[in-house]
């Protein structure tokens, strides 16, 4: 009888004990989960030969976004560009200027809240992703579609970062989207799970995180993102809850080797998530958003390939780095075979 009391006690002390260290960490997770690194964002100042574009949401706020079209008279397709955290629309050209040379338009938009958009009050966007920025996307998506010179043309998701995320998570909902590009992007939990690894000695000590199953981690890990939901007033969204709708898209995962942010097991994870649909390139000496600007012509040809491949057209002869936006004192031939569709585009 002694022997099953002990026992019992055990039990109870182990439980207690438990909740009590799940309920201290789980809001010191929060506090970390929501804590913002600095990026260093660098917008992009404007472009002359970016057609401004307004687009409504369904909760009212109009989005800032720009129309890049091609030389071609008819676009191989449409890239819908997702910029990451505190970044802009006209940043679409830092990235995707080799998509928009082989003869794809751009379509690039500033999330609610940053940008030029209108801003929702009381939400402050930190780096995951929420049921608002899905929202403005499901906003460009609606836009596109009611528009006679877009609506035909296939879709390709490009984004960076949380732009990335987004990106990725409008190839699983929506169908129409044919291809996915995700510079630099994440899964909500493995990256997580990362911030849990390296500031736990904020939270607890390092011993006894060591100690620790991995259920147990995981459980305190989503108490901690539900009170940071219920705080925010916001809900955060999972690739890992989504990622059966895009397991037949293409989709190419570019990622730095000395990103210290999206680190190379987070990338490696994202494409597990994804699938065998899902290629990782990962640029050698390479940083956070940092892969176009440490190998240029590589990650143009990439982006280019993968888009070709995933529509089934024709991929452009290959070339090396590609020029810089040209000045609007020279782009005045380029106007004039774009006005009708440019115009017919501006809402």
Known sequence: MVF?????GLVLFFFVADYALRSYAKYKIADLFENVPPFNVVAEAEIPECRPLTIT?????????????????HPLGLVIFFPELSGNHLMARRYCDALLTAGYAILGFDFRNQGRSE???????????????????????EYIEADSDLDSLPLIAFGVSRGGVAAILSGCRYPRIQAVIADSSFGTMSMALNFVDRFVRYVIPGWLYELLPDWHIRLALRQGIAISQHRRNCTYQHIEDESAGISQTPVLLISGKRDSYV???VAQDLQAVIGPNAQLWMVDHAKHNMARATATAEYDRR??????????????????????????????????????????SVH
């Open 303 to 344: 982006i280019v390939s993968h888009c070709a491949q995933a529509l089934g057209v024709p991929e452009p002869p290959a070339a090396g780095k590609i020029a810089p936006p040209a000045p609007e004192s020279s782009s005045n031939s380029q106007h004039a075979a774009k006005t009708e569709i440019a115009a017919n």
């Open 119 to 141: 801003h929702q009050a009381g939400y402050q966007p930190i780096h995951w992703v929420t049921e608002f920025e899905m929202r403005d996307v499901a906003a460009v998506l």
């Open 57 to 73: 949401t369904s909760d009212g706020l109009r989005l800032s976004g720009g129309l890049h079209l091609p030389e071609r008279d």
């Open 263 to 265: 680190t190379s097991h």
């Open 4 to 8: 099953v009391w002990i026992i019992t």
